[in-house]
């Protein structure tokens, strides 16, 4: 029999997880505290960019509904999921508020709920949830925590086919009732206490960063000794006890997820009475990684002093409209506190960055980005970016030089297209005379190129 299901939260993981329940034959409830989001999904608009989002909630509608009230999910679903964000506080913990927000609203009835912790909470917070609920005679409320592992970009097909399903529970009947939903999905189970389970959350996203930082740091030494990180990184990867994942050098992970995260255990940790060290150097190397995309345009450029830098590529990763902790941001108040022009161009992001990029010209046009620019700046692996070394786009910068800050484009096709090529890692190309920086109108530099602009 399929349950009814009550989500708290219609963010990227509340909404996927509410679309991939519908289609699998549950009715769903969604809530969310923000009415303009509910009225958005109410009339078939998805608040956010996630491939195949739209199309599943579309698909399922009959089994979905959307509300701002907690009491109607907990008058329809016995299961209901927790979907609220949890993002850091100035001290970098967690912030739980909207966690407790929804355990306040829980009814004082004897019906019996599941509520099942989605949301990345830090080790000991179901404990402190479960000594609540029994504190306020609400021992007819159960309580499991089930991480979610989703991408945004892929996060369909990772709740689809999920690497494993992780399932930590007080009392086993509960953690049995959400194992059970999960069984046609195929994945491992893992079954654990509260805390291990809210544990393995944090440590899976704090070893993806540490990976991330590591590889990054050994690009770094690349470019000091000669080698070339995409070589370094395929040989490391082909060996089974380290794998090729999470392995590509580049501009530093951001995102609504790793930064927060490992700041949090790296917090936990420190407030427990243990010094992480290890998590220090990995938040500390990806700040530094973020910038040195300016000592790369430096090396070319010289002082940055009134050149033009287009940032292509807004959001965290591809595929997704996210800029929260996004490299993009970083770079762009670096560029312009050097004294640059800083032009941004994304296929999707642009609305989602523009309240946090004040100073900087949003383009929604590729060869309207780089037109008159001094240096074009990947810094998320749009498709798009693929086909950027082609001849108009090499006439309409003013010098042509890209920094590829993902090790996205091949070097060699982009130095055979007539571009200055620098990629993170990799051998760099000979600097090139500088010219002095010329003052350029944008509407001058635009006019020869404009009519060759293709649709996106
Ligand atoms: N985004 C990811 O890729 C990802 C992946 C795995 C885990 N997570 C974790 O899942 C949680 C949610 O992440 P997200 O990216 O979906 O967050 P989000 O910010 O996109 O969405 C959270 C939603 O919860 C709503 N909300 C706040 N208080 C509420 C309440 N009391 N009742 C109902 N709704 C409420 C907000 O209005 C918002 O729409 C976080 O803890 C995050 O760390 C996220």
Not at 244 to 260: A, D, I, M
Not at 297 to 309: A, I, P, Y
Request: aromatic letters at 6%; a negative charge; one cysteine or more.
């Amino acid at each position: 029999m399929r349950e009814p299901i009550g989500i708290m939260g219609a963010g990227w993981v509340g909404l996927v997880t509410a679309a991939c329940y519908a289609d699998l034959g549950h009715d769903v409830i969604v809530r969310d505290v923000e009415a303009m989001r509910i009225a958005d999904l109410e009339a078939g608009r998805v608040p956010i960019h996630e491939p195949g989002l739209g199309e599943l909630l579309d698909r399922n509608r009959d089994r979905l509904r959307f509300t701002t009230r907690a009491a109607d999910v907990f008058h329809r679903a016995q299961i209901v999921f927790v979907c609220v964000g949890t993002p850091p506080t100035y001290s970098g913990d967690a912030d739980l508020s909207a966690v407790w927000q929804v355990v306040n609203e829980l009814p004082d009835t004897t019906k019996r709920f599941v509520l099942v912790m989605k949301s990345t909470v830090p080790p000991g917070t179901g404990e402190r949830v479960r000594a609540w609920l029994d504190g306020h005679g609400l021992s007819n409320v159960g309580y499991v925590s089930n991480p979610e592992f989703l991408a945004e970009g892929t996060a369909i097909a990772n709740f689809m086919r999920p690497d494993r399903i992780v399932v930590g529970s007080f009392r086993s009947e509960e953690g049995d009732r959400i194992a059970v939903l999960h069984e046609e999905l195929g994945a491992p189970v893992v079954r654990t206490d509260v805390t291990s389970a809210e544990m393995i959350k944090y440590a899976s996203n704090a070893f993806l960063a540490t990976k991330i930082s590591f590889i990054n740091e050994i690009a770094n030494v690349c470019e000091e000794v000669g080698a070339d990180v995409s070589l370094v990184a395929d040989g490391m990867g082909l060996d089974q006890r380290i794998g090729p994942h999470f392995l590509r050098p580049g501009v530093g992970y951001g995102g609504s997820c790793f930064p927060k995260d490992v700041s949090a255990l790296k917090q936990l940790a420190g407030n427990s009475g243990y010094h992480f060290q290890l998590l220090t150097s990995v938040i500390e190397v990806n700040e530094l990684q973020k910038r040195r995309v300016v000592g790369k345009l430096r090396r070319h450029l010289g002082s940055l002093r009134e050149r033009t830098v287009v940032l292509l590529g807004l959001a965290f990763k591809p595929d997704t409209n996210d800029v929260r902790e996004a490299s993009s941001l970083v770079l762009a108040s670096r560029l312009l506190a050097e004294g640059a022009h800083v032009r941004a161009w994304d296929p999707v992001a642009i609305e989602a960055a523009r309240p946090l990029l004040p100073g900087v010209q949003l383009c929604e046009d590729l060869l309207e980005a780089v037109s008159g620019a001094d240096a074009a700046v990947i810094v998320t692996e749009w498709n798009e970016l693929k086909a950027l070394p082609r001849p108009e786009v090499r006439a309409a910068m003013r010098r042509p030089l890209i920094v590829d800050g993902r090790n996205f484009l091949d070097p060699d096709t982009v130095r055979q297209a007539g571009f200055t090529y620098e990629g993170i890692g990799r051998q760099p190309s000979p600097v090139e005379e500088r010219p002095a920086p010329q003052p350029l109108e944008l509407s001058e530099a635009l006019a020869p190129s404009l009519a060759d602009v293709p649709a996106r």
